[in-house]
């Protein structure tokens, strides 16, 4: 029996609450068109959101912003989690006015385990919205919910912010620096399917290539160039898993030369061609 994605909204349902055991995500790599706010009750698995990876166990807490990748790996059996799905239009009206930090923070660490006050705060959190989400006959239902999520997003930035600077108490970067590759990492989730050159992003914030290298090197530890190439490989995957898409149609869509050019770029980092991946992930 096919998988059913338990995070999918539609303009009639802005938002889902409900419990789930995740299967369809798992060794399967999907974007997330809304978002969504999980928290596991039992189990564990491995998480991928984007470039970043965590483990998910009991009481962990998992944010997506909208057109997150998402994907599971060594889910156990009894893995379940509660979750909140949102559309993309309910979130930007919940996140409205934000400090930008926040989405920044969320970027660098969307897995964390809070502790037992948040935890508790949490639940009771989901229960409040699983209570919202039954009563249909609510005419106020989607505005309940969207202060909710308002709620729990500057909770949830306010815990980040206090942890961060108990871990952190010297940065290692400047403030201009910090913002810089922030605004790096947001250019490149939105422009990564058709750009792939550091000079792109490099005029995009007004600086040139090689301070955008210094700046991207001294905090994520790695090239521009290797870090825009990692997110493009999570596209690829992403339509590889989650489509019918022929590897020339890929090609075409991610704006590469042909079909032979992405595939020695594939295998260059994946070790594979794209068919093999495919076949090995079905």
Known sequence: M?????????????????????AFFGNYACRVEGGAILFCRSGSADATVNQYQGQVRRNTMVLLLPGSIF?????????????????RDL?????????????????????????QRIVEGASIWLQMA????????????????????????????????RFAARQHRVP????RQSELFHRFVALVHEHCAQEREVSFYADKLC????????????VAHSSAKEFIDRSVMLEIKMMLQSTDLSVQEIAYRLRFPDQSYLGRFFKKHAGESPTEYRNNKK
């Open 71 to 87: 994907m599971l790996t060594d889910r156990t059996e009894d893995f379940r989690a509660a979750y909140c799905s949102f559309s």
């Open 172 to 175: 290692e970067t400047t403030t």
């Open 91 to 115: 979130f930007s009206e919940a996140a409205f006015r934000m400090d930008p930090s926040f989405f920044h923070a969320l970027r660098e660490r969307p897995i964390s385990r809070p502790p």
């Open 130 to 161: 699983a209570y919202t989400y039954r009563d249909r006959g609510n005419v106020f239902r989607n505005t309940i919910i969207k202060n909710r999520l308002q709620n729990l997003l500057l909770e949830s930035y306010d815990k980040m912010q």
């Open 2 to 22: 096919p998988q059913v994605n338990p995070l999918i909204t539609t303009p009639e349902e802005q938002f889902v609450v409900g419990e789930s055991d995740f």
């Open 207 to 218: 600086i040139s290539t090689r301070y955008l290298s210094t700046i991207v090197r001294s």
